[in-house]
């Protein structure tokens, strides 16, 4: 059941972004921190652990689990350390999935090249 919940979640995002490009002036810059954000929010009610706990790989895999990602690690460093731990907390757990956007990115560069 796990799987079909993944597929599902992952599956209502994608179309949500897609509707939302069809639909508006918005770049997929503007919607990819729209997710981000709303990862975060759903993150502070409380609401995205349980959709990791329904959705499994497809809750944590999206967008926006970055956000969660940032809120949790953000809230963790202010607990730990107080307001500069909001800081400190944002860049220790997120920079491992910063370094690799990076690294894959260079990677792929230099495996393909656009088309002129």
Not at 82 to 88: A, E, I, P, T
Request: charged share 10%.
């Amino acid at each position: 059941m796990i799987f079909l919940n993944a597929f599902l979640f992952s599956g209502v995002i994608c179309m949500i972004g897609q509707v939302i490009l069809d639909n508006t002036k918005l770049t997929p810059g503007h919607v990819t921190s729209f997710f981000t954000v709303f990862g975060a929010f759903l993150s502070f009610l409380g609401i995205y652990d349980r959709l990791i706990a329904w959705a499994g790989a497809g809750a944590t895999v999206v967008i926006s689990n970055f956000g969660h990602l940032l809120y949790q690690a953000g809230m963790e460093g202010f607990h730990e350390v107080g307001v500069l731990g909001l800081f400190s907390g944002l860049l220790v757990k997120s920079s491992t999935a910063i370094v690799g956007a990076v690294v894959i990115s260079f990677v792929l560069s230099c495996i393909f090249r656009p088309k002129d």
